[in-house]
T-cell receptor, first 115, second 110 residues
Framework: EAQVTQNPRYLITVTGKKLTVTCSQN?????MSWYRQDPGLGLRQIYY???????DKGDVPEGYKVSRKEKRNFPLILESPSPNQTSLYFC??????????????FGPGTRLTVL | GQNIDQPTEMTATEGAIVQINCTYQ??????LFWYQQHAGEAPTFLSY????GLEEKGRFSSFLSRSKGYSYLLLKELQMKDSASYLC???????????FGRGTSLIVHP
C-alpha cells in the first residue's frame, strides 16, 4: 500500500531532551516536507527536500533539523525541544519536485507535547 | 510573499449546499489546491485549479478567478461526514511549496 508513515504517533517529552520523528514513504517520491499545525495558525512548513541530500528551510525552521540521506526517509530532529514546539507534525511527499501540480500525500501526524 | 484568507468557521445543514471562499495574493500564480482535513487526521487532496472556471468532481466543485485572486469550494448534498476543515493552498511564484491558509472549519448538522 502506497503511504507515508510517521513514528511515533504520540510523544510526550521534557524540555531539552533530543528527539527524532521519523518519516518514510514507499512511493519513490522526490519531494518531502515537514509541517507543523497549531490552532489558529494552520499548516506551516518547517523544512523541505527536493531530493536526496538536498534540503531547505521552510517558513518556521528554528529549532529543527532534517536530513535526507535516502530517498524514502526524511527524519525531523529536535536537538533541544522547548514547550513552544508542542504541536501536531505532518510529514508529506509528492512525486516530482519540478511539477507543482503534484499533490502532496500526508502522513498520519505526530502529536508532540514538550513539558 | 503569500497572503491567503478563508473564513474561520461555517455551519450548514445536512443535504444543503455550502460555498467556502478563499482569497489570495501571490507574487506569481501557479495554481490553487483545496485539501480536506478531518479532526486529528492528515489533510487529503480535493482539487487543483490553474485555469479560470469551475471544475466539478462529484459532490465537490472548485472555482477559480485568477484576475480576482479568488477561489471557492462548493459542496453539494452535504453529509455529516463532510464536517471537516477545508484548506486552501497556493504555491508562490517560482516555488513548488504551497502556502496553506488557516483553514475553514465546516460543521454539518442534521
Amino acid at each position: 500500500e502506497a503511504q507515508v508513515t510517521q513514528n511515533p504517533r504520540y510523544l510526550i517529552t521534557v524540555t531539552g531532551k533530543k528527539l527524532t520523528v521519523t518519516c518514510s514513504q514507499n512511493m519513490n517520491h522526490e519531494y518531502m516536507s515537514w509541517y507543523r499545525q497549531d490552532p489558529g495558525l494552520g499548516l506551516r512548513q518547517i523544512y523541505y527536500s527536493m531530493n536526496v541530500e538536498v534540503t531547505d528551510k521552510g517558513d518556521v525552521p528554528e529549532g529543527y533539523k532534517v536530513s535526507r540521506k535516502e530517498k524514502r526517509n526524511f527524519p525531523l530532529i529536535l536537538e533541544s525541544p522547548s514547550p513552544n514546539q508542542t504541536s501536531l507534525y505532518f510529514c508529506a511527499s509528492s512525486p516530482q519536485s519540478g511539477r507543482i501540480t503534484d499533490t502532496q500525500y500526508f502522513g498520519p501526524g505526530t502529536r508532540l507535547t514538550v513539558l | 510573499g503569500q497572503n491567503i484568507d478563508q473564513p474561520t468557521e461555517m455551519t450548514a445543514t445536512e443535504g444543503a449546499i455550502v460555498q467556502i471562499n478563499c482569497t489570495y495574493q501571490t507574487s506569481g500564480f501557479n495554481g490553487l489546491f483545496w485539501y480536506q482535513q478531518h479532526a486529528g487526521e492528515a489533510p487529503t487532496f480535493l482539487s487543483y485549479n490553474v485555469l479560470d472556471g469551475l471544475e466539478e468532481k462529484g459532490r465537490f466543485s472548485s472555482f477559480l478567478s485568477r484576475s480576482k485572486g479568488y477561489s471557492y469550494l462548493l459542496l453539494k448534498e452535504l453529509q455529516m461526514k463532510d464536517s471537516a476543515s477545508y484548506l486552501c493552498a497556493v504555491p508562490s511564484g517560482g516555488s513548488y511549496i504551497p502556502t496553506f491558509g488557516r483553514g475553514t472549519s465546516l460543521i454539518v448538522h442534521p
